[in-house]
């Protein structure tokens, strides 16, 4: 639906930027702008900026970027209009003319309420006599009451429709049910039937509090022993971490991953409370995104069986791509950190945790272990491995003490080590200046947008539209410079529509910005736009600016007496060279 500019004028002004990407992204102060690490793709130095004066964000490394509306969008997966009321929601703003029946986002809502519910009657149902195997399963586990109050652990009842009853009474449609993952369709006979039974139930629940989902753990023989809910509009497994809501809150300054459920919980119940779990799969780019926003520092506690080394081996590029330090600790004397715990306590737990490796050590080991020493030949081949794994370091401080160790481990002498070292450093150095070089050089042929639905078809008069738009959004006042100039008259049909709505805001008062152009632009054009201006700021001044118009008329001229633009018109030449030319 179409919003009004005034009442877009208010949201904007109510929900600063700055305000609102903090929520997602710590941000720092670098002059007029802020920034952080960006909340769309893994990086170790911050290249998100946020500019409060001009209402928008731009990444210079995946290159997203808008405004306050456009990151609300992206972050929470809504359409334009569910991301309009996500923010009036969160400034108090009534949305004139809502149709709420429509609303993606009214619907999420809708869903996180029903799985509120569905926690509430899990956690009463294991209150009842039925609960009893599940209760005796909680105690055996060595779970305090205040544990199963804190995680919101219930019950599902052995029986087919107990959950389904208990919601429709609530009022609750039983499409709902099914949209929220709760229940499942027999397809045959049409009838549904509850999806978790005779689980003891664990409440998923995402970091602004709202339940998502659910684990269930088996009470009986049945498979599979852990069930999860499916991917639903509000529960995506790969974007959210068991336990998240609570550790975002922790102070200990590092965070935990574990394997599961209870062992998280247990280390929560231990005073350990910065530990998290994935949810049922292997641990994603994303998930090593969302823990970069609240730690500097991972400890990897997974089993130290293969698949758990193997999941350790995957996890730590991952979190090293966001800038996280990873540390892998290695479990002695029990199989996971719950059995630890009950085995040794919390103290003995701590130390482990303080003598943990870091990843550089962890994988020297684990690589070592791969081979037999005492053999010449795999001796020579442990050492161009280890070679090319610490050539992958990033400081030459690294690099010399775990190459004084790899070479320890193989007995050979540092020297050696280190020039097998250098070797591979310089090989992998030559490789990323190659790659660089052949970016630099194709974004030095080319000024087309990165977009491949942003083509520029004449460089010269799309050039004048990129700065005049610069200029006007700087000093509006110009658009009395502007009156003759019409959005036809642009090559580039998003800078006219851009140039149009800008200039309609200016005869009506409101505000003139980046942000305003939202619900006028598609992502794609709003990550260009703010692009644009990102560069360094155009001369601004009266000779210039009249400079762009007289560009952008002149060039508009030439197609409306026959001519072509300068791309079309090489494109054409070209054609032509090779026979598919007209007459």
Same mark, same amino acid.
């Given at each position: 639906?179409?919003?009004?500019?005034?009442?877009?004028?208010?949201?904007?002004?109510?929900?600063?930027?700055?305000?609102?990407?903090?929520?997602?992204?710590?941000?720092?102060?670098?002059?007029?702008?802020?920034?952080?690490?960006?909340?769309?793709?893994?990086?170790?130095?911050?290249?998100?900026?946020?500019?409060?004066?001009?209402?928008?964000?731009?990444?210079?490394?995946?290159?997203?970027?808008?405004?306050?509306?456009?990151?609300?969008?992206?972050?929470?997966?809504?359409?334009?209009?569910?991301?309009?009321?996500?923010?009036?929601?969160?400034?108090?703003?009534?949305?004139?003319?809502?149709?709420?029946?429509?609303?993606?986002?009214?619907?999420?809502?809708?869903?996180?309420?029903?799985?509120?519910?569905?926690?509430?009657?899990?956690?009463?149902?294991?209150?009842?006599?039925?609960?009893?195997?599940?209760?005796?399963?909680?105690?055996?586990?060595?779970?305090?009451?205040?544990?199963?109050?804190?995680?919101?652990?219930?019950?599902?009842?052995?029986?087919?429709?107990?959950?389904?009853?208990?919601?429709?009474?609530?009022?609750?449609?039983?499409?709902?049910?099914?949209?929220?993952?709760?229940?499942?369709?027999?397809?045959?006979?049409?009838?549904?039937?509850?999806?978790?039974?005779?689980?003891?139930?664990?409440?998923?629940?995402?970091?602004?509090?709202?339940?998502?989902?659910?684990?269930?753990?088996?009470?009986?023989?049945?498979?599979?022993?852990?069930?999860?809910?499916?991917?639903?509009?509000?529960?995506?497994?790969?974007?959210?971490?068991?336990?998240?809501?609570?550790?975002?809150?922790?102070?200990?300054?590092?965070?935990?991953?574990?394997?599961?459920?209870?062992?998280?919980?247990?280390?929560?119940?231990?005073?350990?409370?910065?530990?998290?779990?994935?949810?049922?799969?292997?641990?994603?780019?994303?998930?090593?995104?969302?823990?970069?926003?609240?730690?500097?520092?991972?400890?990897?506690?997974?089993?130290?069986?293969?698949?758990?080394?193997?999941?350790?081996?995957?996890?730590?590029?991952?979190?090293?791509?966001?800038?996280?330090?990873?540390?892998?600790?290695?479990?002695?004397?029990?199989?996971?950190?719950?059995?630890?715990?009950?085995?040794?306590?919390?103290?003995?737990?701590?130390?482990?945790?303080?003598?943990?490796?870091?990843?550089?050590?962890?994988?020297?080991?684990?690589?070592?272990?791969?081979?037999?020493?005492?053999?010449?030949?795999?001796?020579?081949?442990?050492?161009?491995?280890?070679?090319?794994?610490?050539?992958?370091?990033?400081?030459?401080?690294?690099?010399?003490?775990?190459?004084?160790?790899?070479?320890?481990?193989?007995? %050979? *002498? $540092? @020297?050696? /080590?280190?020039?097998?070292?250098?070797?591979?450093? +310089?090989?992998? =150095?030559?490789?990323?200046?190659? #790659?660089?070089?052949?970016?630099?050089?194709?974004?030095?042929?080319?000024?087309?947008?990165?977009?491949?639905?942003?083509?520029?078809?004449?460089?010269?008069?799309?050039?004048?539209?990129?700065?005049?738009?610069?200029?006007?959004?700087?000093?509006?006042?110009?658009?009395?410079?502007?009156?003759?100039?019409?959005?036809?008259?642009?090559?580039?049909?998003?800078?006219?529509?851009?140039?149009?709505?800008?200039?309609?805001?200016?005869?009506?008062?409101?505000?003139?910005?980046?942000?305003?152009?939202?619900?006028? %632009? *598609? $992502? @794609?054009? /709003?990550?260009?736009?703010?692009?644009?201006?990102? +560069?360094?700021? =155009?001369?601004?001044?009266?000779? #210039?600016?009249?400079?762009?118009?007289?560009?952008?008329?002149?060039?508009?001229?030439?197609?409306?007496?026959?001519?072509?633009?300068?791309?079309?018109?090489?494109?054409?030449?070209?054609?032509?060279?090779?026979?598919?030319?007209?007459?």
């Amino acid at each position: 639906m179409a919003f009004s500019p005034a009442f877009l004028d208010e949201l904007n002004h109510r929900n600063p930027i700055e305000d609102v990407v903090g929520q997602y992204v710590a941000l720092t102060r670098k002059g007029s702008n802020l920034f952080g690490l960006c909340p769309f793709h893994g990086e170790k130095t911050p290249s998100f900026s946020v500019n409060p004066e001009k209402g928008i964000y731009y990444c210079f490394g995946c290159h997203k970027g808008g405004g306050v509306v456009n990151f609300i969008m992206e972050i929470e997966n809504l359409s334009y209009p569910d991301a309009v009321r996500f923010l009036a929601k969160r400034a108090g703003i009534e949305v004139p003319e809502d149709n709420l029946g429509q609303s993606q986002y009214k619907k999420k809502e809708r869903l996180w309420a029903l799985c509120k519910e569905a926690a509430r009657f899990f956690n009463d149902q294991l209150k009842t006599p039925a609960a009893a195997e599940a209760r005796a399963y909680v105690a055996k586990r060595g779970l305090s009451a205040s544990t199963v109050t804190r995680f919101g652990l219930g019950f599902a009842p052995n029986a087919w429709s107990a959950l389904l009853d208990a919601m429709t009474a609530k009022g609750y449609t039983k499409q709902e049910l099914l949209e929220a993952g709760l229940v499942l369709k027999n397809e045959k006979k049409g009838t549904l039937y509850d999806r978790f039974r005779n689980r003891l139930m664990f409440p998923i629940i995402d970091v602004r509090g709202n339940v998502i989902g659910f684990g269930g753990r088996v009470m009986d023989d049945s498979t599979p022993k852990y069930l999860n809910s499916p991917e639903t509009i509000i529960f995506n497994k790969r974007r959210n971490l068991f336990a998240m809501n609570i550790v975002k809150k922790s102070k200990q300054g590092f965070i935990i991953l574990t394997e599961g459920y209870m062992d998280a919980i247990a280390l929560h119940q231990y005073g350990f409370d910065c530990a998290v779990a994935s949810l049922g799969t292997s641990l994603t780019q994303e998930h090593a995104d969302m823990l970069s926003k609240y730690t500097n520092e991972i400890v990897l506690t997974y089993d130290g069986d293969a698949a758990g080394q193997n999941a350790t081996a995957r996890a730590i590029p991952m979190l090293e791509k966001t800038g996280l330090r990873v540390k892998v600790l290695r479990m002695q004397g029990a199989k996971d950190p719950d059995e630890f715990l009950k085995k040794y306590g919390a103290d003995r737990f701590r130390l482990l945790l303080q003598g943990s490796e870091n990843q550089a050590e962890y994988r020297l080991r684990s690589l070592q272990m791969k081979f037999d020493l005492s053999s010449d030949e795999q001796k020579v081949e442990f050492a161009k491995q280890a070679a090319d794994l610490i050539s992958t370091y990033s400081t030459a401080v690294e690099r010399e003490i775990y190459g004084a160790r790899a070479a320890e481990m193989a007995g %050979l *002498t $540092p @020297e050696v /080590m280190k020039l097998e070292i250098n070797k591979a450093f +310089k090989r992998r =150095v030559a490789i990323q200046r190659k #790659a660089q070089e052949k970016k630099d050089l194709e974004a030095a042929n080319t000024r087309q947008p990165r977009a491949r639905s942003l083509r520029y078809d004449n460089m010269r008069s799309a050039m004048a539209e990129e700065n005049l738009l610069r200029m006007l959004l700087r000093q509006p006042d110009l658009f009395d410079r502007a009156q003759a100039l019409t959005r036809e008259q642009f090559s580039v049909p998003m800078f006219g529509r851009a140039f149009d709505a800008l200039q309609e805001r200016w005869r009506e008062s409101l505000s003139v910005s980046p942000g305003s152009l939202s619900d006028l %632009l *598609t $992502p @794609e054009e /709003m990550a260009h736009l703010t692009q644009i201006l990102q +560069k360094p700021d =155009v001369v601004l001044s009266d000779e #210039a600016f009249d400079d762009c118009v007289h560009i952008i008329t002149e060039e508009y001229g030439k197609t409306q007496i026959g001519g072509l633009s300068d791309i079309k018109a090489m494109q054409e030449r070209l054609l032509k060279k090779k026979g598919y030319g007209g007459t």
